[in-house]
């Protein structure tokens, strides 16, 4: 009998780059929720009052990602923590807010978070956030390679450490966010994790896991990688976006870096060959990849 199909497997077999490969986010709410989540979380994850289908409209019409998160093992007390979450490209922000009630979370005003205002009902976090996606029946690559992952970090930093529903980019499991920043980590393995987090608070990002920061477009991630890469540059503060746009030859952004002023042009292309992108997918699909054809110093 054969093994099941793992998309993570596939993936990682094929060497598929994770550079630009980040889901687009700019506003987050975290919402505490012991599951079980089902495929989809806000839809299926029975929450009470009908809260949840409410929230999935309002979130989608204000551009906010909203995450199911627990703690790892489970646990937690009588109320629901929130987190609100600005992840820029401003300076990021977390406020945290306890409910007394989850269905107290359809009182937030996402089209206040959509638009990158604080919320003012809690207190401002100071610190950062990990969330580790484990969302086993949205994708078991994302449970099998996840929970390790979480249960290691939450042995050195329980406080910072939440199990989330799906992020995106399961093919990539265990990924690993880190907050207030917004970025994503791909193919963490659960020894892997703590140096990454380490990093991650003396403010410098392990390229090497890297998929790219939320705030930013796919094309931007690449290109800021590509550029990362070539230049050794892996402070978090040591790239700063100026512009971005298209062009003939694809897509340019420029940087201004502890190196100086660059340009950076990358072409999205489709892979050699469909695939099925995730375990639940039945076809195959174009697998997309960023390919840096220019990086020039501008001075």
């Known amino acids: 009998m054969s093994a099941p199909f793992r998309c993570a497997v596939e993936c990682e077999a094929r060497d598929e780059p994770m550079a630009g490969t980040a889901s687009t986010v700019r506003s987050w709410l975290l919402l505490e929720h012991p599951g079980p989540w089902g495929v989809h979380a806000l839809r299926d994850a029975r929450l009470p009052g009908g809260v949840g289908e409410e929230l ?37 922000w977390i406020e ?59 042995s050195t930093y329980p406080r910072e450490t939440w199990e989330s ?11 690993l966010l880190a907050f207030p920043h917004g970025l994503y980590f791909g193919r963490v393995e659960p020894v892997e994790g703590p140096a990454i987090v380490r990093a991650y608070l003396e403010g410098r990002l392990d390229l090497e896991h890297l998929r790219g920061r939320s705030c930013r477009t796919m094309p931007v991630q690449a290109a800021e990688h590509a550029l990362r890469e070539r230049e050794r540059l892996d402070r978090i503060d040591d790239v700063e976006l100026e512009d ?18 660059f340009e950076v042009v990358v ?33």
């Open 56 to 92: 999935r409209r309002e979130a989608r019409r204000r551009n906010v990602r909203v995450l199911l998160i627990r703690r790892p093992g489970g646990g937690g007390g009588g109320s629901t923590t929130c987190f609100a979450i600005r992840s820029g490209p401003e300076e990021p």
């Open 96 to 154: 945290r807010i306890e409910l007394a009630r989850f269905e107290n979370a359809s009182a937030i005003d996402l089209e206040r978070l959509g638009r990158g205002e604080r919320l003012g009902r809690g207190e401002r976090h100071v610190g950062p956030l990990f969330l580790v996606c484990t969302h086993g029946r949205h994708d078991p690559c994302c449970a099998e390679r996840g929970r390790p992952l979480a249960e290691t970090l939450s």
């Open 165 to 175: 529903s799906h992020v995106g980019g399961d093919r990539f499991a265990g990924n």
């Open 244 to 261: 971005a746009g298209r062009s003939t030859a694809g897509y340019v952004a420029r940087f201004r870096t502890a190196a100086g002023r």
């Open 267 to 299: 072409a999205r292309e489709d892979g050699p060959e469909p695939v099925r992108l995730t375990c639940r997918s039945d076809h195959d699909e174009p697998l997309p990849v960023y390919r840096t054809l220019a990086i020039e110093r501008l001075g």
